[in-house]
């Protein structure tokens, strides 16, 4: 019955669907789609676990799952490929159409799954140099035997398991969108890591500096986007000492850069991808050993972007979560470590422009000469129509993203290449596979150096006490400036000069404060000896975290779930007091004084019952919309400077010409605009009033885990009660925040705690596909089994057996 009423929601999404979204069509065949014998109704008895025994080709020895009530897979296996191969097996059992969705996503290809509306995502994603970056990251993994044996017995467990499927039993988005899946590869694997590096690493405001520049200058750019704050809380702590290291960094050359306006730039991924981690020492741990966390802060998806497995062989036991489509734990823990990421927000994606020879592109000037370009022609096949092709132009930069073809401007003779870390080609899933089997900071380090991009603040705690951050990456070592704005692409000094050197990559060992921290603010204070680009990304939830950690001697394992799920609003508490001060003496009506005092007793904390956070909200929107006016107005698309130096500006320069609203006649101050932004606030909240909607913080922010299918109603969960919000240590919106909470004390074996908003099973019909949302959204946890051996039983809901097919 309960799947039954699914089937009918199903119906009717569909119906809505395709009526109100244009992106992916024509319906499928619904009488195939409805068959009794191999449509929809056939997921229904999509069983969660599969046979007792089951006999898989190319295994070495039998291998024992057990899986526990949530369906979290503890894999024994007597070797590395028999356990990668059947990680593989077991993962495509239940994520399969997530993980080759997600690569198609990566590639360009879903114009093949949903058609012609799809074109323009599919040449961004070629034109950025997805499959030519998942070929760089392939062809480094191939050089290492070792790797490339258990790449291959992965991808040959995902092969088992989709060879085992008929149309009756592919997974329903398969059937919905009425295509089938393909055989997996090791560069698919790739081009999923791609897909993560993009998410992470994919941002840059290069373009639209520039156009603010050409605009209002060079001097007024400055003051508003600094390279450090007023206030700077880094990731490395200030008093981290860097004056023993020889530091060469390239000189700024005397050169212009172009001034080249676009009107048109690529979409970017989420602007609050990020995360929170922290580690606290012995000497600021209740019980003497190390206690580490992690929350990486993603776009809140179902099927959820991570699975949870245990993983482990005679050499080695990890527990933590996977990707699905990649080798190992990402985020996790064995016998003797533990580790988390956050993004390190460096500024790793670069824009130059490029003089080609004539309309052929067959050249382009450098250095005083015309060097020959390489192309690419990529064939977009489209689903129920001929295939679109794209030559993509290569020079030594990187792709030429943007040309007269593609959102150039229509200009003729020019492009605007990337240079992009995320083309370097490095062995991101080394680093997770000797993660796996670190017993200690040597290997933890060792470990590391093979990640190249996304820049991550890799965190660490292990049982001999230590804990540690590097702030990991293939960084390009960069004169003061570089990066900023579009470069000039024929002028070798703007070309990158080399990288950081490994070990001058920021870092530290047991710090004396006794803890280590990253929530992608800025990385270093100003005395590191090489240039950091302030991305402005994160400015709150750092201070908040690092001033938890300062406030007393001793922690325990209810303090790090606590700040998990802190709700204070740092940004309200710095600005709101000065707005409430400035309308003290205004003339407000009943309802705008109830409103001013309902805001004005709120306690900071976004708490889901309560209308403090809500008003705020409604008037911090509309505050800033009124201060950056003169960008919201431009053609040209531009960044608005950070909210952390808008809230600055706010305080101490509330006549800054920014606080002019264009429109108006009159000459506004920050006081006006604290005016204007509240009035129109009461009225928002008045007409939200009058249609019946709760105006709580919960019922307002109105939290949803969406379907990876644009959210399909039937699909997704709704309404979740859960405070917080971007730039809070619970950084929970609406559909973006916590995607995995892990909390490891390095016990003896290691006590850990973890839950993600999701489930195990990526099927919409089976009991484990959201089962841990509700968990997740009161701020609970699993206690997580972590087996010590494969006879240990206790907690098992089944288990089966994998033997070698003879």
Known sequence: MRYFKLVLSLILTIGIFYGLNSKFDPLPPLGKFLAPNQGIWQNDKTYDGMADELSIPGLKAPVTVHYDNHLIPHVFAQNDEDLYRTQGFITAQHRLWQMEFQTHAAAGRLSEVVGAAAIDYDRTQRRKGMI???????????????????????????????????????????????????????EKTALLLMYMTDMLAGRDSDLEYTNFIAKFGKERFD????????????????????????????????????????????????????????????????????????????????????????LATPEKSTFGVTLPGAMGIVIGFNQDISWGVTNATRDVKDWYKITFKDDAKDEYWHDNQWKATTKRIEEIKIKGEKPFYDTVVYTHHGPVSYDE???GNGNKGVGYAMKWAGHLGGNNQKTLIELNAAKNYEDYKAAIVHFAAPAQNFI???????????????????????????????????????FIPQEHNAHVLNPERGFVSSANQHPVDASYPYYVFNDGYEMYRNRVINDFFRSKEKFDIQDFKDLHNNNYNLKAAELLPTMIASLKDQNLSKQERDLLDEVANWDYYNDIDKLGPTIWEIWWNKLRYSVW?????????????????TIYLLKNHPEDPAMDIQETPEVETATDLFLKSFKATASSIADLSASGESISWGDYKATYAGHLLQALPAFSRFDLPIGGNSGIVNATSQNHGPSWRMIVEMTDPPTAYGVYPGGQSGNPGSKYYDDLVDIWAAGEYLSIKFMQNAQDNSGIQFSQTLTPLQ
């Open 223 to 310: 003051f508003l986007f600094p390279d450090f704050f007023d206030v700077n809380d880094p990731i490395i702590p200030k008093e981290r000492d860097w004056s023993d290291w020889e530091v060469n960094t390239p000189e700024v050359p005397d050169s212009d850069f172009p001034l080249d306006q676009l009107d048109e730039i690529m979409a970017k991924p989420h602007p609050d991808n990020g995360s929170n981690n922290w580690a606290v020492g012995p000497k600021k741990s209740y019980s003497g050993n190390p206690i580490l966390a992690n929350d990486p802060h993603l776009q809140l998806n179902l099927p959820s972007i991570w699975y949870a497995m245990q």
């Open 629 to 645: 006016d003169e960008i919201r107005n431009e053609e040209a698309p531009m960044d608005a400077p950070f909210q952390y130096q």
């Open 405 to 407: 073809t593609f959102m």
């Open 460 to 498: 660490f705690s292990s049982r001999e006490g230590d804990i540690a951050l590097w702030v990991q990456g293939q960084l390009p070592n960069k004169w003061k400036g570089q990066g900023k704005f579009l470069m000039d692409g024929s002028n070798p000094a703007h070309d990158w000069q080399g």
């Open 132 to 186: 030519y970056g998942a070929e760089k990251a392939v062809e480094t993994m191939r050089k290492d035997p070792i790797m490339l044996a258990q790449l291959e017995a992965y991808r040959d467990g995902i092969n088992m398991y989709i060879n085992s499927l008929n149309s009756a039993s592919y997974p329903v988005e398969y059937k919905l969108l009425d295509y089938a899946p393909e055989p997996w590869t090791i």
